[in-house]
């Protein structure tokens, strides 16, 4: 089993900077890939970046350079920094992580934060 808590959202103006926390806790070993979905008013969940557990990063075209995914080992916590935000970013930004429960079988489980809420002003 494996908990997510997401922090760090909040209201910003359009050029402000926003840095979200994911502390993870429970069987995180297991974990392969860890990333940060968004989904605003009357819109799909879409992913705005990612990171394995071998460190790799991936990011949303829409990202643009703007965000930057990292993590840190020894606190078990997974941050997006967000800079350049725009109104289009307002959403719930959350917290997913990915287990791997059978290579053989291609089965896995995700796991989701409560999510926090982005708020960006023009």
């Known amino acids: 089993q494996v908990q997510l808590v997401e922090s760090g959202g909040g209201l910003v103006q359009s050029g402000g900077s926003l840095r979200l926390s994911c502390a993870a806790s429970?069987?995180?070993?297991?974990?392969?890939?860890m990333g940060w979905y968004r989904q605003g008013p009357g819109k799909q969940r879409e992913l705005v970046a990612a990171?394995?557990?071998?460190?790799?990063?991936n990011y949303a075209d829409f990202v643009k350079g703007r965000f930057t995914v990292s993590r840190d080992n020894a606190k078990k916590t997974v941050y997006l920094q967000m800079n350049s935000l725009k109104p289009e970013d307002t959403a719930v930004y959350s917290c997913?992580?990915?287990?791997?429960?059978?290579?053989?079988?291609?089965?896995?489980?995700?796991?989701w934060g409560q999510g926090t809420q982005v708020t960006v002003s023009s």
């Open positions: 990171i394995t557990s071998g460190g790799s990063t």
């Open positions: 429970g069987s995180i070993s297991s974990i392969s890939v």
């Open positions: 997913n992580a990915r287990l791997i429960v059978s290579i053989n079988q291609h089965k896995s489980l995700d796991y």
